[in-house]
């Protein structure tokens, strides 16, 4: 939501960016949003009660970001009592949300069609929306699939739509292809770690 926008208190009514600067360092809790390509996204986290007498209960939910201090705000509602980490997770899945749109687009060419007809359209994005069901649920069995490859991270939608060109001629170089595979899930692994070592190291 807009910083200039109004919400209503049991302290009256003020801007988003009013409360919050209001908002004693006690009442930030460090949580993490989920997670990133490089690890938990972690932020502070404070939230404040407002529209006091109606149904429900409504917060002003506060980002905070741990590098920059920049704020971001949401608007939330419940219709019975909820923690902040319940609030966090659900503000985090916007996220999930935008890297599924995004990799519709890059992966099953979501945004390719000319629009030119309702039907065809339909039929292209029910396409796209099947093949990254696909990949998903594959991506999925193989964070499930004991034992994992030591050293490497699981199969990814990309390395896994990579991975089915094999199947589509001219497929040639399969071995060159699958060790280019794992070279790549190797250094994922490791920049992975690295950034967790990071993180823990400068962000406590």
Not at 11 to 21: E, K, P, S
Not at 42 to 54: C, F, K, N
Not at 72 to 100: K, N, Q
């Amino acid at each position: 939501m807009p910083t200039a926008w109004h919400i209503v208190t049991a302290a009256g009514t003020l801007r988003a960016d009013t409360q919050a600067a209001r908002l004693l360092p006690q009442a930030w809790q460090k949580l993490p949003a989920g997670a990133g390509a490089k690890g938990h996204r972690y932020y502070d986290w404070a939230w404040v009660a407002i529209e006091p007498g109606r149904a429900g209960h409504r917060h002003l939910l506060v980002r905070r970001s741990r590098r920059t201090r920049e704020l971001a705000y949401y608007r939330c509602y419940a219709p019975g009592p909820v923690s902040l980490a319940r609030l966090v997770h659900i503000a985090g899945l916007r996220w999930t949300a935008e890297e599924d749109f995004a990799a519709s687009k890059a992966l099953a060419g979501l945004d390719e069609h000319q629009v030119r007809r309702w039907i065809s359209w339909y039929r292209w994005v029910t396409l796209a929306m099947l093949a990254l069901a696909l990949l998903t649920v594959a991506a999925a069995a193989e964070h499930t699939r004991d034992p994992r490859p030591a050293g490497q991270v699981p199969l990814t939608r990309n390395e896994i739509a990579r991975l089915l060109t094999l199947a589509v001629p001219p497929a040639t170089g399969t071995g060159y292809r699958l060790r280019w595979s794992a070279w790549r899930r190797r250094h994922q692994h490791k920049a992975r770690a690295s950034h967790y070592e990071r993180q823990a190291a400068h962000d406590p």
